[in-house]
């Protein structure tokens, strides 16, 4: 099994930065690609950007490019999101999802971290 933990979401003024970090446990989590999914209030939970484990491949939504930059850290059991220029519409609870190998599909994802709540506004 593998476990995810969120961190570093907050309230940002429109135009503001933050930070997420996702850190991943477990003794079969090598060789996982890692992503990114928020989830607003009333919509569905919705793709923003993915890693491949190497780091050599990353996607991202189009409402997101950019913007936002997905990157691992050097041990690969962390992926952190840089999201610059925000916006009110990025309002939205932030999920890190781990799966085999890199995609924008949820299903391609089968262990998900609680989330976390990121805030845009004045």
């Known amino acids: 099994q593998v476990q995810l933990v969120e961190s570093g979401g907050g309230l940002v003024q429109p135009g503001g930065s933050l930070r997420l970090s996702c850190a991943a446990s477990?003794?079969?989590?090598?060789?996982?690609?890692m992503g990114w999914f928020r989830q607003a209030p009333g919509k569905e939970r919705e793709f923003v950007a993915a890693i491949s484990w190497t780091g050599s491949d990353t996607r991202y939504a189009d409402s997101v490019k950019g913007r936002f930059t997905i990157s691992r850290g050097n041990a690969k059991n962390t992926a952190n999101l840089q999201m610059n220029s925000l916006k009110p519409e990025d309002t939205a609870v932030y999920y890190c999802?781990?799966?085999?190998?890199?995609?924008?599909?949820?299903?391609?994802?089968?262990?998900w971290g609680r989330g976390t709540q990121v805030t845009v506004s004045a």
């Open positions: 999802a781990a799966g085999p190998h890199i995609a924008t599909m949820r299903g391609a994802f089968g262990s």
């Open positions: 477990g003794r079969t989590f090598s060789g996982y690609a």
